[in-house]
């Protein structure tokens, strides 16, 4: 993989900022989504504030841009407010998306999850709504955490109590073969579970629940029968898990852990009728660095059950919170950098925050 791999990290040479970086400094998150109608990247993601280099939870936003080559970017502001956090993304099609994000992340209450529209033919952005959860008796709710902890109680858990202050969390949304939108609810250190949608994550209905605690992040996707999943797990493991189950998520396969991995953001695809997943690891170079920062500059794509490393990526300047997608075969891949971060020690909250987010094309991945 020597020689191929030293062309995918000359590739990341050739990456291009696509978040403002004339009015923001700082941006986490971000969240692809394609539209081969019009050829059209979206990327919601949460920028920071000019002068600011914290962790972003003010704003979502949106870029736009032709996915081959990311000219002529389009900026779109989507929400602001009080803690706005961890947005995601779902292609509608015909050129339009929608962007959800959840609401008062940090604070006690209950973090609805909300979503808007957006129209790139027309530039129209709709009004908020919340995403709507349909009970088992008919009845809906919006989908927040309290209605996520009465779930997980009728079906035996009980542990999560203490998670009052975190968000719904992370998983990126994606259309069934079956016409469903599937995602997933995870709260801190809470069970995630599994849910589908009929019209597009407006509304939602749980159907499965994976029976260990995860913390913000349980990507997932269903592949001949089965659903493959990766997911961050608690801190006294440090790493990153990956499961399977054959059933419709009834029963699941122990943890595998992944070798060296640490707690960031994994992404999971369907890439060639297999799996690709993209995870933050420890390397060697950066033992010198603050504990949070050590692997946020490295991550590895890898390929099937065997999970055979297909790209191995290191950036100086930080490569965190990725966000891959096919098109035709081809991965592309978008980052965080942590360029100020990766130079200051954890305890400085002014610089924890990441400096942009980048796009490349990192073309064909399959085995050689």
Request: hydrophobic share 35%; aromatic share 14%.
């Amino acid at each position: 993989m020597g020689t191929r791999n030293e062309t995918l990290r000359a590739m990341l040479d050739h990456s291009v900022q696509i978040n403002d970086g004339f009015t923001q400094t700082s941006a986490d998150g971000a969240s692809l989504a394609f539209d081969s109608k019009y050829g059209i990247m979206f990327c919601a993601y949460m920028p920071g504030f000019q002068g600011h280099y914290g962790e972003s939870r003010g704003k979502v936003a949106l870029s736009c841009f032709p996915a081959a080559q990311p000219t002529n970017i389009r900026f779109v502001s989507i929400a602001e407010g009080n803690d706005i956090y961890c947005p995601n993304i779902l292609g509608l099609g015909d050129g339009k998306v929608r962007v959800f994000y959840e609401k008062n992340s940090r604070a006690e209450g209950d973090h609805t999850w909300c979503y808007k529209d957006y129209d790139f033919l027309s530039n129209a952005l709709n009004e908020e709504k919340a995403v709507s959860l349909q009970r088992e008796d008919g009845s809906t709710v919006p989908l927040c955490l309290s209605a996520q902890f009465a779930f997980l109680e009728q079906q035996g858990y009980h542990d999560h109590k203490y998670v009052k202050t975190e968000q719904i969390g992370h998983c990126a949304y994606f259309k069934g073969e079956d016409g469903y939108t599937y995602g997933a609810s995870v709260s801190y250190y809470a069970e995630p579970i599994l849910f589908r949608s009929p019209d597009y994550g407006a509304t939602v209905e749980f159907f499965a629940v994976y029976p260990k605690p995860a913390q913000y992040e349980f990507e997932y996707k269903f592949l001949d029968g089965k659903i493959y999943a990766i997911y961050r797990t608690d801190k006294d493991i440090d790493a990153i898990a990956f499961v399977s189950s054959a059933d419709g998520g009834k029963t699941w396969t122990d943890p595998c852990y992944l070798k060296d991995s640490i707690q960031c953001r994994p992404r999971l695809i369907v890439y060639n009728n297999s799996i690709l997943i993209s995870y933050n690891y420890l390397n060697n170079e950066t033992k010198h660095r603050p504990a949070i920062q050590q692997g946020r500059t490295s991550i590895k794509l890898a390929y099937g059950e065997e999970k055979t490393v297909v790209a191995d990526l290191y950036r100086k300047y930080g490569m965190v919170n990725i966000a891959i997608v096919d098109i035709l075969n081809d991965v592309y891949l978008a980052y965080s950098t942590s360029e100020l971060a990766l130079e200051y020690q954890n305890g400085n909250s002014k610089v924890r925050g990441k400096d942009s987010i980048r796009y490349v094309k990192l073309g064909d991945l399959i085995p050689e």
